[in-house]
């Protein structure tokens, strides 16, 4: 009997190219998309989102074409409890929150792999650019993409090798060009969609507006510098990320920068250039690919944000923490993403930003 | 892979007769019916014909038929048809909670035009109570529509009593009669309702065609303004094959009606017994009498809808969960949860509609497959109680 697998379409070039792939290598493929969000609620629809309406219309096209069966699983419960609720709470509580980790680990990864179970499936393959290693004892690891400029591995950081053994990235290797050429090839009618983008739930409107609407009431504040002098007024903390220059609308000899943001005393905290700059961070809720750290103090490569570069770090393991020591200051390392740790392009692990270390 | 088809209520397939019946109208019948000359004439004397054989079935006159492309058209013409006219009248509409959505929607719109409605809630069997309409019945009321049966659970609704109710209030009454027509006799003669919808791709006929009886002397505001046709109450060339393979299907009907649909409750009585007897932990949704003889609906505990759905499906078993959203995927149905039933059974929930072509054969298959698939899926749910497992 054929193996079978779930593919998840979001309607895209890469996991259509990903579901047809695998097609190729002798898989029963089941494509799927995930109905998160009541999309028709708050928008008409907008491309470059991951799963619209007419993405699903694009996946449901690819799957006729590859001659498989394709359904919308409803996981709008899921979605709203395990991605939009801490969302919202993250923003209310002053940091910025990378939902897409969040909906990576307990959607596409955890409700997903649920679903193959209950469809007889044995894994779950999506379009992700990341690379599975698998070892002969059954351990799998994981490494960025050779492509740089596609990585995703840094979306990826929450899964263990468990759940890593149980997943497939066909296109993970590829580059673009390549994944498009094969598109064409086989005439999928995705081969020309442009690249997903920005987070899929917060569609026609500002953060702001999105998380009125959920509840969270903008309060005008103060800026204030590090010593708590007042500034000037601010429109509500919603509005502001660290690191964030333009829009503050406060004249000053030198620019201004968000340099932290205090949601109890309700303030957004400025200074220059250089008191965006940090030593380190501190980072909660860990987890690593391996099970286990390497050690209780060990080096790696962080990435402090999705496009970050990486900066060697020394990281030192606390109950429950991670208290990273960069080896030269970064800029704008934000309370509420993710810190993911390398070594060369294998993905460690990572954890939360709490706060970064002055 | 054996296939087996239990979604009766979302369609049926086209008969065999319908089929040869409509053959001529793909090819050399292909004219205008609004024409005049040779062409137009054969192919306007088989829509007529088609009519006739629908006046015969439901004992109407041919001219109370406006033929239409579907239920959810003839919904929208008995609503947006009797408010747009009767307006001035009044402003007020008594539905019920449990209406196809062509009926729910169509209420919604006009409330945004100014209409007030009151949709009328349903006993624990999913059954709307005549009093409940009574008392929902104000001043300026002008419209009442209730569907005869409705499609999740199969309920009938006593839509006698609730007709002749609106009769003494002299009000409009509509009847979405889409899941009873072949199901249920209907004599138009002695039925105390104005206004009826059918559709012909639920009774083995071709999809794209429908129907509105309006008793005779009842005026209706137009939805689709156009040409002549239909006497100007629905303009656009009619669907000449599917309103021929409408007659055929309803003339087959008249004849066969009685015998199929002891077949068919005796099929569907066999199945649900089977499946309460092999399987614990069901519910059934609806009431156990007053329902359509072809329709089950049963809340798996422990099981989501969803999943078991897909797992018929991949094992060739067409059956229905829920209802779809605009996506294409499942929640729980609006209908079980305005019966009042939890919000976990609703989740589990399958209906399964039987019909024309089944056999013995599929009921076992079935069966089988539906008591493995609960067993696969409750063994791997971490809320299945463990005594419920010995049991």
């Not at chain 1, 009541?38 to 928008?43: C, P």
């Not at chain 1, 704008?332 to 990572?350: F, I, K, R, W």
């Not at chain 2, 991949?314 to 149905?333: H, K, P, Q, R, V």
């Not at chain 2, 989740?347 to 039987?354: I, N, T, Y």
Request: net charge neutral.
């Amino acid at each position: 009997m054929k193996r079978r697998i779930l593919a998840a379409m979001s309607g895209g070039v890469d996991s259509s190219v990903a579901a047809l792939l695998l097609q190729r290598e002798g898989f029963e493929v089941i494509g799927v998309s995930m109905d998160l969000y009541d999309f028709s609620a708050v928008t008409k629809n907008r491309e470059g989102t991951c799963c619209s309406l007419d993405d699903l219309y694009d996946a449901r096209r690819v799957c006729d074409k590859l001659g498989i069966p394709y359904y919308v699983l409803n996981l709008r419960d899921e979605f709203r409890r395990e991605v939009i609720d801490p969302f919202v709470k993250e923003y209310a509580s002053g940091r910025t929150p990378n939902p897409c980790v969040l909906c990576n680990e307990y959607l596409k990864f955890r409700a997903l792999l649920r679903k193959a179970d209950e469809l007889g499936a044995e894994g779950v393959a999506t379009g992700h650019y990341a690379v599975i290693g698998r070892e002969g004892s059954g351990r799998c690891r994981l490494f960025a993409a050779p492509d740089a400029m596609k990585d995703q591995s840094y979306f990826l950081f929450s899964l263990d090798s468990g759940r890593l053994a149980r997943i497939r990235f066909p296109v993970g290797e590829m580059t673009k060009q390549e994944v498009r050429r094969i598109a064409t090839e086989a005439d999928l009618p995705v081969y020309e969609k442009k690249e997903s983008q920005d987070i899929c739930f917060v569609t026609d409107e500002s953060y702001a507006a999105f998380l009125s609407r959920r509840g969270i009431q903008e309060q005008q504040g103060h800026f204030v510098d590090r010593e708590g002098k007042v500034l000037g007024a601010h429109k509500g903390i919603l509005n502001y990320t660290v690191g964030q220059r333009k829009g503050l609308g406060i004249a000053a000899k030198e620019p201004l920068y968000v340099v932290a943001i205090d949601a109890e005393r309700n303030e957004v905290i400025l200074g220059t250039e250089d008191a965006t700059l940090s030593k380190g961070a501190v980072v909660a809720r860990p987890s690593f690919v391996a099970g286990a750290p390497p050690g209780r103090e060990f080096r790696a490569t962080v990435k402090v944000r999705y496009r970050h570069p990486g900066v060697p770090a020394t990281v030192r393991c606390e109950k429950e923490r991670l208290a990273v020591l960069f080896d030269s200051p970064q800029r704008s390392v934000t309370p509420g993403q993710a810190l993911v740790l390398y070594d060369g392009n294998e993905v460690l692990g990572g954890g939360w930003i709490e706060c970064a270390s002055v | 892979m054996r296939k087996v088809y239990l979604d009766h209520n979302a369609t049926t397939p086209v008969h065999p007769e319908v089929k040869q019946a409509v053959a001529p109208y793909l090819s050399e019948m292909f004219g205008n019916p609004s024409s005049i000359h040779w062409a137009g004439r054969d192919v306007r004397k088989a829509v007529e014909d088609a009519r006739q054989e629908i006046a015969s079935f439901f004992v109407c006159q041919p001219l109370e038929i406006v033929l239409t492309s579907s239920g959810t058209e003839s919904d929208n013409l008995a609503l947006k048809g009797v408010a747009f006219r009767k307006g001035n009248a009044g402003k007020h509409i008594v539905t019920s909670a449990v209406e196809h959505p062509a009926v729910m929607n169509t209420c919604r719109f006009l409330e945004a035009q100014g209409f007030r409605v009151t949709y009328v809630p349903v006993n624990r069997y999913g059954i709307v109570e005549p009093e409940s309409v009574r008392k929902a019945i104000e001043k300026d009321t002008i419209l009442v529509s209730i569907m005869y049966a409705n499609n999740e659970t199969g309920c009938i609704m006593p839509i006698e009593e609730i007709g002749c109710i609106a009769r003494e209030a002299e009000i409009l009454m509509h009847t979405d009669a889409v899941q009873a027509t072949g199901k249920i006799p209907i004599d138009w003669k002695s039925f105390p309702v104005d206004l009826l919808t059918f559709s012909g791709h639920k009774i083995n006929g071709l999809k794209g065609a429908g129907g509105l009886i309006v008793r005779k002397g009842i005026e209706l505001e137009a939805v689709l303004h156009g040409g002549h046709q239909e006497r100007g109450r629905r303009g656009g060339t009619e669907n000449v094959v599917g309103i021929v393979g409408m007659g055929k299907a309803f003339s087959l009907l008249r004849t066969g009606m009685e015998e199929e649909v002891r077949e068919t409750r005796r099929l569907r009585d066999r199945f649900e017994k089977a499946l309460f007897d092999r399987i614990p932990e069901l519910v059934l949704n609806g009431h156990p009498a007053e329902r359509l003889p072809n329709t089950v609906n049963i809340s798996f505990r422990f099981v989501e809808g969803e999943a078991l759905l897909l797992n018929l499906d991949m094992m060739g078993i067409a059956c229905s969960s829920g209802s779809a959203c605009t996506s294409g995927s499942l929640e729980a149905s609006p209908i079980l949860m305005a019966m009042g039933a939890d919000p976990t059974d609703a989740q589990g929930a399958l209906r399964f509609s039987l019909g024309m072509g089944n056999t013995d054969e599929d009921i076992d298959y079935s069966v089988d497959a539906v008591e493995a698939v609960v067993g696969k899926l409750r063994a791997m749910s971490p809320i299945y109680p463990r005594e419920a497992k010995v049991r």
